[in-house]
């Protein structure tokens, strides 16, 4: 028994030493990728040395030498941009490619199929041609920079540049420059939205029995009024007759489910907040600007902070890895910012197919072969799938399967879709390039003219204007359009199709108003009539209200005060929906005894009726009334649109402020049509807290007092493609409890997603505040870290800063760079 038993510890001794030598040679293999930023070296593709200081907080400060030409400030931010996210930027390009499946399998087919077929990466190459010289001196020293990095990892083998490698075969080709714009494209393609917003119209259209009654579900953002549209059942005579109800047909698109697909999720596909004030109504009389980009969280994170020193001045901002511009930033002199515009850059066409002859469409001119190639998806241990890519004169044609076209498409018809993105001559980097080099307002709204897609509304200033310009291609449509762009179209119709690009000029612009004070929350900015318009679907219509009740209740402003309506928490939604729902429950109910659901309900709107709106982690307020007012447009809406209901996953605030307050008849929606009972809208709001009570304690408790937003609201900074594996998914993903709420100014937009509907999945990845009475003292952050590298201490080193409303300096004081610099790489060429 003895024997045995030193066997058995012998063997457990050596399983635990086994164990030990794997970790140790994990950790040695991934902690080689890790980057030396102290050295100097000498590398091929450079035509002058750069040095790249590393400030405390691992930000780049690029120099290049005296007099030279800016290549080697480009060069340097591609050699920066590769030793921290190689990974990201190497799977952002095969993403763009449509090339992910060779090194993921089948998980990605999905996701490359559809990039694929809007051939991004094709159009990408072709839009190389027709950038200025300037733009590709500064894109090939970049690619140039990033080349230099791999050929330094492959020669010194440095763990193949990032620990992934090891996981994922994934080969490096040589960066190109179509590279950096197929990744602009890319975030293009993450920014729209339009196109769910279209098909989503048209399957509630056709699945409401009232017509009338889509005007609430799916409500203008307030202003002038728009004329009634046609149905889509008129609009595309035969949509939804293959099925026998497109209301019991309608199901859960599962496309963006598929690994690292980029088309956000509807709700997700863009948002920000940018202001600024003249020297009139800032306390120090410089001009201030804030900006804070909204995108899906991930780890690491999409921003990357850099500061070049180019030959026109220094530039200090965020980058995106893969890209050489800085794209929300500052110099000496000017300031700009960026917000989605939420522009309606994009339309559905139901193309008709030749019944004689189903490779051809039915076309202005009459039948039309379609402009075929072929492509081939190569899958990693699965034979590759040859799919044919067909493009219409309005654009690529996309398959029933995805994004639940299949609902709306007629039998004998196929969908394409027309998108600004979609130019073979995109000279949006040479816009974003010459930005860089502005000095005045005046000289970057002039710069905006070349930017294609994505639309942004550009927040700028410089020492004494402030100024906001949308940039970006409007499409140019026809005023007799079928739909006015809301709804898919008939293709074959002239007055459908597009006519162009509308003027630069003719985009939205204020300079210098007079109240000295502008911004945007993605919130609409203009009603101008069809085809004129921008937008029928705007980001917001809530978190303006409480920016403007911040911006006016100061006469005059600081940095310190644009970081608290950048940090602010109160949601206006919340103050104005709750007197309305509650009204006739607000302290009528009988006494009830203590664990009963009456008691419940009792202990809740007592709690929220002392409640101001804010949105903070550490409350229990905001859980309970994010959880009704989800609950309750679940039992508004379930009855009629069934299975649809489910594509509503974010409380849509005027949905529920026409209905309570019976806008139109709205109040319609409070009726149960399939029971036998008249249900009233006192009904709704207090079976749906009971709803909600009890899906709060079966997930948190019953204890309401305790409850804590952040518990739910917890942002999901998670690795995009090892978030989900276990054991390393804790080291790879960033959880933390945050504040904010859809609709608040910090804006934590939540999944609305089963089973957990609130996790914080789309927010400020950015923030930066510019104080232009003293440029030294402005500050930015970004939500993770500067490296990608798990391994790295910059890999979350921001994340704590970040949750708790915290900031770096943004400082072009070079001395004080290299004063705390934690790394300096001196590169000189080599031949």
């Known amino acids: 028994m003895r024997h045995l038993f030193r066997w058995l510890l012998r063997l457990t001794a050596g399983l635990i030493l086994l164990c030990v030598l794997a970790v140790a040679l994990v950790y040695y293999l991934a902690s080689q990728s890790l980057p030396d930023y102290d050295k100097d070296i000498a590398l091929p593709g450079l035509s002058s040395p750069v040095e790249i200081v590393r400030d405390n907080a691992n930000v780049p400060h ?14 340097g931010l591609g050699y920066a941009h590769a030793q921290d996210r190689l990974w990201q930027m190497a799977v952002l390009r095969r993403t763009a490619q449509g090339r992910l499946s060779e090194v993921f399998g089948s998980r990605t087919v999905e996701t490359d199929t559809y990039l694929r077929r809007l051939d991004l990466y094709r159009l990408a190459q072709q839009s190389v041609s027709v950038q200025s010289p300037e733009a590709m001196a500064a894109l090939t020293a970049y690619a140039a920079g990033v080349n230099a990095r791999l050929q330094e990892i492959n020669e010194k083998a440095l763990g193949r540049g990032a620990p992934e490698m090891f996981l994922f075969n994934m080969p490096m080709a040589p960066w190109q420059p179509a590279d950096s714009i197929a990744i602009m494209k890319l975030m293009a393609l993450q920014l729209s939205g339009h196109m769910k917003e279209e098909i989503l119209r048209a399957r509630t259209s056709l699945a409401l029995q009232d017509g009338d009654r889509l005007r609430d579900i799916l409500p203008d953002a307030p202003g002038s009024g728009l004329t009634a549209l046609p149905e889509y059942a008129e609009l595309v005579p035969g949509a939804g007759l293959h099925q026998a109800s497109s209301r019991r047909a309608a199901r859960t698109d599962t496309t963006e489910d598929s690994l690292l697909f980029p088309v956000a999720p509807r709700g997700l596909a863009g948002a920000s907040n940018a202001w600024a004030a003249a020297p009139s109504r800032s306390a120090a009389g410089g001009t201030l600007l804030a900006n804070d980009p909204h995108l899906g969280l991930s780890a690491p994170g999409v921003w990357y902070l850099a500061r070049l020193e180019l030959g026109t001045g220094a530039v200090i901002g965020g980058t995106i890895p893969g890209i050489p511009a800085v794209l929300t930033a500052r110099s000496d002199s000017l300031g700009w910012g960026v917000t989605s515009s939420y522009l309606d850059d994009q339309d559905l066409f139901i193309e008709r197919l030749n019944p004689d002859n189903p490779q051809e469409y039915l076309s202005v001119d009459g039948y039309k072969k379609f402009v075929t190639r072929p492509s081939i998806i190569q899958i990693k241990d699965q034979p590759p799938v040859t799919l044919t890519l067909r493009w219409t004169d309005n654009g690529p044609v996309l398959p029933g399967s995805m994004f639940n076209l299949a609902d709306i498409t007629p039998p004998g018809h196929v969908v394409s879709l027309a998108w600004t993105a979609l130019s073979p001559r995109d000279t949006s980097m040479t816009a974003a390039l010459a930005l860089m080099r502005s000095g005045t307002v005046a000289e970057a709204i002039d710069a905006g003219k070349d930017f294609i897609a994505p639309s942004q509304n550009l927040t700028l200033v410089d020492r004494e204007t402030i100024a906001l310009k949308t940039v970006g291609a ?26 162009g690009r509308a003027p630069y000029e003719d985009n939205p612009q204020f ?14 900015i203009l009603e101008r009539p069809f085809p004129n318009h921008m937008s029928y679907d705007w980001g917001d219509t809530q978190r303006i209200h409480r920016w403007h009740k911040l911006m006016q209740t100061r006469e005059v402003h600081t940095r310190d005060s644009f970081i608290e309506a950048q940090l602010d928490t109160v949601s206006y939604t919340a103050r104005s929906l709750l007197p309305l729902i509650g009204a006739n429950l607000w302290f009528t109910g009988e006494a009830a005894p203590a664990g009963t659901p009456e008691r419940q309900r009792q202990i809740a709107l007592s709690l929220l009726s002392e409640w101001n709106g804010e949105m903070n982690e550490h409350l229990p307020e905001p859980l309970i009334y994010a959880a009704w007012l989800r609950a309750l447009q679940a039992r508004l809406i379930t009855d009629d649109l069934g299975p649809l209901a489910k594509s509503f996953g974010h409380v849509e605030p005027l949905f529920i402020e026409r209905v309570f307050r019976n806008v139109d008849g709205a109040s319609a929606w409070c009726d149960v049509r399939q029971s036998a009972p008249r249900e009233t809208c006192e009904d709704m709001a207090r079976l749906a807290l009971d709803d909600a009570l009890v ?13 804590r937003w952040g518990d739910a609201h917890q942002a999901t900074q998670d690795h995009p493609v090892l978030g989900e594996v276990p054991i390393l998914r804790y080291f790879v993903n960033i959880r933390q409890s945050t504040s904010g709420s859809d609709n608040t100014l910090q804006r934590g937009k939540t999944s609305g997603r089963d089973p957990d509907p609130f996790h914080n999945v789309h927010a400020a990845g950015y923030r930066g505040v510019y104080d232009f009475a003293d440029p030294d003292s402005s500050v930015f952050i970004t939500s993770t870290g500067q490296s990608g590298h798990p391994l790295s201490r910059y890999y979350d080193d921001m994340a704590q800063l970040w949750r708790r409303g915290e900031y770096i300096p943004m400082s072009l004081d070079e001395e004080l760079a290299r004063a705390a610099a934690v790394g300096i790489t001196r590169i000189t060429p080599r031949d």
């Open 511 to 524: 300079v210098s108003p007079q109240g000295g004070i502008l911004g945007n929350t993605n919130n609409k």
């Open 62 to 75: 690029i120099f290049g030498s005296f007099g030279a030409s800016d290549d080697s400030v480009y060069y």
């Open 695 to 707: 899906w709060i304690s079966e997930r948190y408790g019953s204890a309401l007092e305790s409850l």
């Open 474 to 499: 409007f499409p140019q449509r026809d005023a007799a359009h079928q739909s006015r762009g809301r709804m898919p179209s008939q293709g074959w119709r002239p007055e459908n199709r597009w006519k």
